[in-house]
């Protein structure tokens, strides 16, 4: 087991497009399981591999509220194939830390994606679930939600950030 470190926007390298996984072996397995640490350790609904530099379509949720069971879930290689409606929600990001702002998303998803062992599920979903999972897999296409606040807000995150990671 071990913690990965995170990336901090704007770091470039948040907005490059992640690569179909191919291989279900034990490698991945491994990988999931650090990924489920540092998303457990850094109290998070969700994390990307983008998250933390590596460049394949992976990311992992657990949308359990505090004192509920855990409902960790892994998807791989995930599709969107429908999305309907529109629904307006807070969101923050673990690369964005201390930045709350609204963002619009589709408020019904079909979601097709493989697990672990590299079954294939389709599913719909609404409501968190539905705009954790946008915001994911937003991540895998190099997409970060700050993109989509106007470029005033975008500028003052960046200065926000710089603040807080200045060495
Ligand atoms: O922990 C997280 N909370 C959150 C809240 C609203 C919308 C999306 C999220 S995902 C975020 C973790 C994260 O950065 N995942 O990429
Ligand atoms: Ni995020």
Do not use: W
């Amino acid at each position: 087991m071990a913690l990965l470190e995170i990336l901090h926007y704007p770091d470039e390298r948040l907005h490059q497009r992640a690569k179909p996984v191919t291989e279900f072996n034990d490698e991945l397995r491994q990988f999931i399981e650090n990924m489920k640490e540092t998303m457990y350790e850094s109290n998070g609904i969700g994390l990307a591999a983008t998250q933390v530099n590596v460049q394949k379509r992976i990311f992992v949720t657990d949308l359990a509220k505090e004192n509920e069971a855990s409902m960790f879930t892994v998807y791989i290689n995930p599709i969107i194939s429908d999305k309907i409606g529109e629904i307006k929600g807070e969101e923050g990001c673990l690369s964005v830390p201390g930045v709350f702002e609204t963002v619009t998303r589709a408020e019904k998803i079909t979601l097709q994606y493989h697990d672990e062992k590299g079954n294939l599920h389709t599913i719909t979903c609404d409501g968190l679930k539905a705009i954790c999972i946008q915001h994911e897999n937003d991540h895998l296409d190099g997409k970060v939600f700050v993109d989509y606040l106007s470029g005033l807000k975008q500028n003052f995150i960046k200065k926000k950030m710089k603040k807080l990671f200045k060495k």
